[in-house]
């Protein structure tokens, strides 16, 4: 190993970081210019990559969890010949830049995962060494290796106070995901000072009691970092901290305060720490000549290594064809074996979570990539598996389906680290109310397009007795309001199998589908061509006329509920609509929306949760048949008649 070439890499990054940070006047300069050391010899000496290939399989990955460093991550991206050029770190946190104030997935090359949100990077890196071992365990051979490599993130105490991350480390360590390594900076500063007013946790126990291995060292010795890895890698049957004590912002003025983690340095604030580190304090985004030719050298020596798996991969192929055919399958999200949606007659009468169950294991038999589970509800969620696969854990690293635990938060966020290495396709479920638990991960799934699958089972007040806590009346809104989120409530078994088949027709955004507890019965369609209109967001399932008194627009179990009131109300002539994706609906051209609600007189909404979002379909708000307020506890059905919110009520409503 090359020290002097390395340090010269890690003044090189502070030298970028804080200029960068300087001309942007925003950023966060304390993690660059005190973490420097890590990214030096991580990209130079540990990481297996090919910034040449940068989206090469086999390659290590590497999550900045503490996503407000990101001039550290672009610095290195940069040095060690990613595309990311010396005009783009000068753009720094500009509109169009590929350098964005945190790193963002699909807008920098080279960066694995959208972060910032602190704790997040950790729990999608947890994703992602899960998905190394399930791959691993479908495709290496005696013979072959084809998949074999590390995931590696750096956390600041930040990330380390956060939910998530005890969330997510309390899993990694329970499945022993020995190649997981977590690098962590401890500077002991975050943005109102010392962590010691609000974070005096014993790290280092708290890992050794969720099962890690924990190891110490500087940041400052780049050759005891790199001894550290190894350490780490002779032993995967664990992951492994690595505690790296730092000073923050080190070489400013101010180093080693809560004043150097989120602002530029200023003009004579850089100059002093330039001359404080040895770089020329006149030069603006000074790159030491050691740090280019370093990596140019290297460059020789990382396709070499791509080069070699090339050929193991071509031999594996060539000995295997039919695993090789599911690789392909697998990275490519081809079908794997026989596709065929369940399939069920007017009249049939079942919860939409049963439903779902149905198509979940159909869309398994059909895509072995398909893997996932629930946060502890396995069986309310109806998400289990009947392969022979089985559990995914220590010992069976091709199960498909994952115990999360009660873990919302990072059940979502290990799916988008999933769905980020590759491969696979992730699935997660819990009650529909509780993705309050989830949400930011969602957020960021969505910011990222990732199509991760949610599960929402229990989707209004007929959970019934376990009463307003457990009764999602605001959440439909609330998931409907994230751009680039798809949320869809079927109204009957059908319509579910649908649901199911838009989901993994998604590539670039996450899918949330709310399924009943209570029974509801399969209707006849007027569209018959309705598997292909709904796709629209909407369709008609009870005619009418062209010129309808009233549109009934339901979404889910209302959409029964509203053709059981039609039925109480003679002299009109009543359309019902299943408005299945209600913001799909509304990108449609105004042509589609008119002929789905037709000239009606009057348009009435039905749905289980709050009117917001639906006002503009009625001309008086009495024609919002929906629930602006709470719950009850008690049987579903006695709630729904202490709310008026039963066919009966709607018909009132219908007559008025």
């Not at 072959?144 to 991350?165: A, K, M, R």
């Not at 899918?511 to 629209?536: G, H, L, S």
Request: hydrophobic share 35%; charged share 25%.
């Amino acid at each position: 190993m090359d020290t002097k070439a390395i340090e010269a890499v890690a003044l090189s990054i502070r030298s970028l970081s804080m200029d960068a940070i300087q001309k942007a006047n925003s950023g966060h300069p304390g993690l660059p210019l005190g973490a420097a050391e890590v990214a030096a010899v991580l990209y130079g000496e540990l990481l297996k990559h090919n910034p040449a290939d940068s989206k090469w399989v086999d390659r290590d990955r590497f999550v900045l969890s503490a996503g407000h460093g990101s001039m550290l991550l672009y610095s290195i991206l940069h040095l060690s010949g990613y595309k990311v050029s010396l005009d783009d770190i000068k753009s720094f946190r500009q509109i169009g830049s590929k350098c964005p104030g945190h790193p963002e997935y699909g807008e920098t090359d080279g960066v694995e995962c959208t972060s910032g949100p602190l704790g997040q990077g950790i729990a999608a890196a947890v994703g992602m060494a899960i998905a190394e071992t399930m791959l691993a365990a479908r495709f290496n051979t005696p013979k072959h290796t084809i998949v074999d490599h590390y995931t590696y993130t750096l956390v600041g105490e930040g990330c380390l106070e956060e939910g998530v991350s005890s969330e997510a480390s309390s899993l990694a360590g329970n499945l022993g995901l020995g190649k997981l390594i977590v690098f962590y900076d401890e500077n002991k500063i975050s943005i109102d000072g010392n962590t010691d007013i609000t974070f005096t946790d014993d790290i280092e126990n708290r890992y050794l009691s969720y099962g890690w291995k924990v190891l110490r060292g500087s940041m400052y010795n780049v050759g005891e970092i790199a001894d550290l890895v190894e350490i780490a890698k002779r032993d995967t049957s664990k992951p492994t901290l690595i505690i790296l004590k730092s000073v923050i912002g080190k070489g400013a003025p101010k180093q080693g305060t809560a004043d150097v983690h989120g602002a530029p340095l200023g003009e004579e604030g850089c100059k002093s720490a330039k001359t404080a580190l040895g770089i020329p304090s006149d030069e603006q985004f000074w790159v030491a000549p050691e740090a280019y030719k370093y990596f140019e050298e290297k460059r020789t020596e990382w396709a070499k290594v791509e080069e070699n798996w090339n050929k193991t991969f071509a031999e594996w192929a060539k000995e295997n064809p039919e695993l090789a055919k599911k690789w392909d399958a697998y990275w490519n999200h081809k079908a794997t074996g026989e596709c065929e949606s369940p399939s069920y007659k007017v009249g049939d009468k079942l919860a939409t979570r049963d439903a779902s169950g149905k198509s979940l294991n159909c869309m398994a038999k059909c895509y072995e990539w398909l893997v996932g589970g629930s946060a502890d509800l396995q069986g309310p969620n109806k998400t289990k598996v009947a392969d022979d696969d089985g559990v995914y854990s220590k010992t069976n690293r091709k199960g498909r389906t994952i115990e999360y635990g009660i873990r919302e938060f990072a059940m979502s966020q290990v799916m988008s680290g999933i769905n980020l290495h590759g491969g696979l396709r992730a699935f997660g479920a819990t009650f529909l109310v509780f993705s309050d638990y989830l949400r930011p991960s969602l957020r960021v799934a969505a910011l990222s397009k990732l199509p991760n699958i949610y599960i929402f089972t229990h989707d209004s007040i007929y959970v019934g007795e376990d009463g307003p806590t457990h009764q999602p009346v605001e959440t439909n809104a609330a998931l409907r309001c994230i751009p680039n989120v798809q949320f869809l409530r079927p109204g009957d078994a059908e319509e579910s199998a649908v649901a199911w088949e838009m989901a993994l027709e998604s590539t670039n955004h996450p899918v949330c589908m709310a399924f009943t507890r209570q029974a509801i019965t399969v209707y006849e369609k007027a569209d018959k061509d309705w598997k292909n209109t709904v796709r629209k967001g909407a369709y008609i399932v009870q005619e009418g006329t062209k010129n309808p008194d009233i549109t009934i627009l339901a979404t889910g179990s209302e959409v029964e509920m509203s053709l059981n009131a039609a039925k109480l109300v003679s002299g009109k002539n009543i359309r019902v609509v299943s408005v299945m994706d209600k913001t799909l609906f509304e990108k449609q051209d105004e042509s589609f929306q008119k002929e789905i609600i037709g000239n009606a007189k009057r348009v009435v909404v039905a749905e289980a949760g709050v009117s917001f979002g639906w006002e503009k379909y009625v001309s008086s708000k009495k024609d919002l048949f929906t629930i602006d307020r709470f719950g009850e506890s008690g049987p579903a059905a006695k709630v729904a008649e202490d709310l008026k919110f039963t066919y009966a009520d709607l018909a009132k409503v219908l007559k008025g």
